[in-house]
């Protein structure tokens, strides 16, 4: 069913600007250098998230149900695997270009189809495990250069370890989607959200044994502003999902690739690779295919339910 207030425009309106955001979010952890380490970078993330965050839950007048759970070890589970998925896709952004870092990232969604067939015995037909591989193909294009540096210089190679740590992150995070999906059967939205924030954060500190470098002011200041981008784009997203069909903002997804390139051609001097834009072509037309699909599915489950339903007018 639509929702209630339906108003695509708006939902769309919502989505974007969610997507900026999060750009944002990457460009600022991109400009704290890679100095930093990823358990750092993730508790800024986390940590200063949760503060516009609770400001909105306040505003709306559900900071205080939001803390109310029965499934503390599901909330546990998806903040263990999102927060390694964080982590490993923050390492690789700070050492790939920004534009590879948001396009190998793409698999996460691809991957989330495999995953739910298999933990979530989601029924998933042929015109759809056929675009998971055509954009499974796309990713290892936009990956394999990085990759195949391994070969000249092993493990010493920071670009390589960075490819590779996006497609971990890719996997971890299709992960907690499978996660995701068993909580929003039973638990509110605000409490997903609320929940990750706390327990990414918490899990982060867990890294500072493994030693945190001291930060400069301005490395700080980057890294919390990152944080307040995450939680703001996080409460944009919720409400564009208010407004429209998940179907008809999803795509919109996409069009994080075209402002991370602008952002990192002008900001860091990225230019991308003919491969690069090739297999990125290939990964968001296999994307929106999947989205497609799905959306003629759940018309075509509707319809049905409707037709076996008694008429009691």
Same mark, same amino acid.
């Given at each position: 069913?639509?929702?209630?207030?339906?108003?695509?425009?708006?939902?769309?309106?919502?989505?974007?600007?969610?997507?900026?955001?999060?750009?944002?979010?990457?460009?600022?952890?991109?400009?704290?250098?890679?100095?930093?380490?990823?358990?750092?970078?993730?508790?800024?993330?986390?940590?200063?998230?949760?503060?516009?965050?609770?400001?909105?839950?306040?505003?709306?007048?559900?900071?205080?149900?939001?803390?109310?759970?029965?499934?503390?070890?599901?909330?546990?589970?998806?903040?263990?695997?999102?927060?390694?998925?964080?982590?490993?896709?923050?390492?690789?952004?700070? +050492?790939?270009?920004?534009?590879?870092?948001?396009?190998?990232? %793409?698999? $996460?969604? /691809? *991957?989330?189809? #495999?995953? !739910?067939?298999?933990?979530?015995?989601?029924?998933?037909?042929?015109?759809?495990?056929?675009?998971?591989?055509?954009?499974?193909?796309?990713?290892?294009?936009?990956?394999?250069?990085?990759?195949?540096?391994?070969?000249?210089?092993?493990?010493?190679?920071?670009?390589?370890?960075?490819?590779?740590?996006?497609?971990?992150?890719?996997?971890?995070?299709?992960?907690?989607?499978?996660?995701?999906?068993?909580?929003?059967?039973?638990?509110?939205?605000?409490?997903?959200?609320?929940?990750?924030?706390?327990?990414?954060?918490?899990?982060?500190?867990?890294?500072?044994?493994?030693?945190?470098?001291?930060?400069?002011?301005?490395?700080?200041?980057?890294?919390?502003?990152?944080?307040?981008?995450?939680?703001?784009?996080?409460?944009?997203?919720?409400?564009?999902?208010? +407004?429209?069909?998940?179907?008809?903002?999803?795509?919109?997804? %996409?069009? $994080?690739? /075209? *402002?991370?390139? #602008?952002? !990192?051609?002008?900001?860091?001097?990225?230019?991308?690779?003919?491969?690069?834009?090739?297999?990125?072509?290939?990964?968001?037309?296999?994307?929106?295919?999947?989205?497609?699909?799905?959306?003629?599915?759940?018309?075509?489950?509707?319809?049905?339910?409707?037709?076996?339903?008694?008429?009691?007018?």
């Amino acid at each position: 069913m639509p929702p209630q207030s339906a108003s695509p425009l708006k939902g769309i309106l919502f989505k974007v600007s969610s997507v900026t955001l999060f750009v944002l979010m990457q460009t600022f952890i991109k400009a704290a250098g890679d100095g930093v380490m990823p358990g750092q970078v993730t508790f800024y993330r986390s940590a200063f998230a949760m503060v516009p965050i609770m400001i909105y839950l306040a505003m709306i007048g559900q900071l205080r149900t939001a803390f109310r759970t029965d499934n503390y070890f599901g909330h546990f589970k998806r903040g263990f695997f999102g927060i390694l998925a964080m982590g490993f896709g923050f390492y690789g952004l700070l +050492h790939l270009p920004m534009p590879e870092a948001i396009a190998i990232g %793409y698999a $996460s969604p /691809l *991957l989330t189809v #495999v995953f !739910a067939a298999i933990f979530l015995k989601e029924t998933v037909r042929l015109y759809r495990w056929t675009a998971v591989v055509v954009g499974l193909v796309g990713v290892i294009i936009i990956s394999w250069p990085k990759l195949s540096l391994f070969r000249d210089g092993g493990f010493q190679s920071l670009e390589a370890l960075g490819a590779a740590a996006v497609l971990l992150s890719a996997l971890l995070a299709a992960m907690a989607m499978v996660q995701l999906r068993q909580l929003v059967a039973t638990e509110k939205t605000p409490t997903i959200v609320l929940y990750f924030s706390l327990t990414a954060s918490l899990f982060s500190l867990a890294t500072m044994p493994f030693g945190w470098p001291p930060l400069s002011l301005d490395v700080t200041v980057k890294l919390i502003a990152s944080g307040f981008c995450g939680g703001v784009a996080q409460i944009l997203l919720t409400e564009s999902y208010r +407004h429209a069909d998940v179907s008809a903002i999803a795509p919109f997804e %996409y069009t $994080s690739i /075209l *402002l991370g390139t #602008v952002i !990192a051609y002008l900001l860091f001097g990225d230019v991308p690779t003919a491969t690069m834009l090739i297999g990125t072509a290939i990964v968001v037309g296999a994307g929106i295919f999947i989205i497609y699909r799905e959306n003629r599915l759940g018309l075509e489950r509707r319809l049905a339910r409707k037709a076996n339903t008694p008429n009691n007018s």
